[in-house]
């Protein structure tokens, strides 16, 4: 049961939008020692891989690590698996290439309360001085696995498909009074815009 919002939500004159991101999405786990061999192959191929904690973006993809010598890797959707195959040849004897386009599912959140309606279900602190833009992180919203990639205009949310649903259900509900409207689906290319790299 919840309680009743002492603190009405301070209202965003243009409001909080959001809308499914669609995008290939690739997880490469280092094996043993291999994680420095990993971001060196992975720079040759363009994709320069984040520090813990942090993304990376450039036009068409995202690169972000929340978990030691793990990294996921966000690119523009191609035939299904075909991304994840092409890792996984590049990666032989380095790491593990697995492919959770369709086992994640995308949302992007923009407007100037995104941190305050998610703050109603999320266990982390998603104040700007303790999880600024170019952070990311894995955490529980609303009960359900959550990975959040703070952008300058906004946050990426990558939760499992089989609850995007209810993930989805507590937004509308939990940001409606910070004037929640949709979005058409968002591009990865979209996200390239943001001054955060």
């Known amino acids: 049961m919840s309680v009743p919002d002492l603190h009405p939500a301070s209202r965003d004159p243009a409001g909080l939008r959001w ?8 997880e490469i786990a280092a094996l043993r020692n291999r994680a420095s061999d990993v971001a060196a192959l992975a720079a040759r191929r363009g ?3 984040p520090a813990l904690g942090r993304y990376l973006l450039a036009p068409g993809q995202l690169a972000l690590s929340v978990r030691p010598g793990r990294w ?3 690119s523009s959707p191609a ?3 075909a991304t994840a195959i092409q890792w996984g040849q590049h990666c032989a004897g380095l790491a593990a290439a697995v492919d959770l ?3 994640l599912s995308a949302l992007w959140l923009e407007g100037a309360s995104w941190r305050e309606a998610l703050a109603r279900g999320c266990r982390l602190d998603l104040h700007p001085s303790v999880f600024p833009a170019g952070g990311a992180a894995a955490t529980v919203i609303a009960q359900v696995a959550a990975n959040l990639v703070a952008l300058s205009s906004g946050v990426l949310l990558l939760t499992p ?3 995007a649903r209810h ?3 507590w937004l509308t509900h939990t940001a409606a009074p910070f004037g929640l409207t949709a979005l058409s689906a968002t591009s990865l290319t979209h996200l390239s815009g943001d001054p955060v790299s």
């Open 19 to 26: 809308g499914r991101c669609p995008a290939d999405i690739v």
């Open 47 to 49: 994709w320069p891989l």
């Open 72 to 74: 996921l890797l966000l």
């Open 79 to 81: 035939a299904p698996g």
């Open 101 to 103: 386009s369709s086992g």
């Open 161 to 163: 498909s089989t609850t």
């Open 167 to 169: 993930f989805s259900e």
